[in-house]
T-cell receptor, first 114, second 111 residues
Framework: EAGVTQSPRYAVLQEGQAVSFWCDPISGHDTLYWYQQPRDQGPQLLVYFRDEAVIDNSQLPSDRFSAVRPKGTNSTLKIQSAKQGDTATYLC????????????FGEGSKLTVL | GDSVTQKQGQVTLSEDDFLFINCTYSTTTYPTLFWYVQYPGQGPQLLLKVTTANNKGISRGFEATYDKGTTSFHLQKASVQESDSAVYFCALVGGNYKYVFGAGTRLKVIA
């Protein structure tokens, strides 16, 4: 069974540029999460979906960050006008059901904003 | 809201030493608690899950329990190996089904 796939693995931007990260969850997993993991810190939830619906985006900086999951499968996280403070690894995870089960993480997309 | 506190930023041990990592948590509901491990260049992966206080979770030689009275959750291993070097995160899922992760403990095992 294929795991969670993320791309690109690395991105380097100047401040003010935009970037999109793509995630393909495990087949059949209806819940998808985006986490931000700054260097030497734990993952911090940005947004999560059940199917195509946003369940919680309260931690997503809405002025510059957006996330969609239009068909309830793949998802895209976009950062407009990146700032140095956005430097982090962006992790996608999926699970089956909104429950207390295991999260399956991708390898992450490491963003550096110069 | 729910929270977890993981104060041990880094732990350095020699092979065959005993490992003990502790977290404290705060939630208004009955939590499910997890330990995840992250190796360099990878996403976190599940190590252990504990759903009931004072029950043990056991996996790959690691054990975890949580104490509802002290709201603490710990991970231990009797004899660590160099291959156990990684970052260990405690995590909580409370009533709103949102995962909350601790800051992580970086374990370095010296051969």
């Amino acid at each position: 069974e294929a795991g969670v796939t993320q791309s690109p693995r690395y991105a380097v931007l100047q401040e003010g540029q935009a970037v999109s990260f793509w995630c393909d969850p495990i087949s059949g997993h209806d819940t998808l999460y985006w986490y931000q993991q700054p260097r030497d810190q734990g993952p911090q939830l940005l947004v999560y979906f059940r199917d195509e619906a946003v369940i919680d985006n309260s931690q997503l900086p809405s002025d510059r960050f957006s996330a969609v999951r239009p068909k309830g499968t793949n998802s895209t996280l976009k950062i407009q006008s990146a700032k140095q403070g956005d430097t982090a690894t962006y992790l996608c995870a999926s699970s089956f059901g909104q429950n207390t089960g295991q999260l399956y993480f991708g390898e992450g997309s490491k963003l550096t904003v110069l | 809201g729910d929270s977890v506190t993981q104060k041990q930023g880094q732990v350095t041990l020699s092979e065959d030493d005993f490992l003990f990592i502790n977290c404290t948590y705060s939630t208004t509901t009955y939590p499910t608690l997890f330990w995840y491990v992250q190796y360099p260049g990878q996403g976190p992966q599940l190590l252990l899950k504990v759903t009931t206080a004072n029950n043990k979770g056991i996996s790959r030689g690691f054990e975890a329990t949580y104490d509802k009275g002290t709201t603490s959750f710990h991970l231990q291993k009797a004899s660590v190996q160099e291959s156990d070097s990684a970052v260990y995160f405690c995590a909580l899922v409370g009533g709103n089904y949102k995962y909350v992760f601790g800051a992580g403990t970086r374990l370095k095992v010296i051969a």
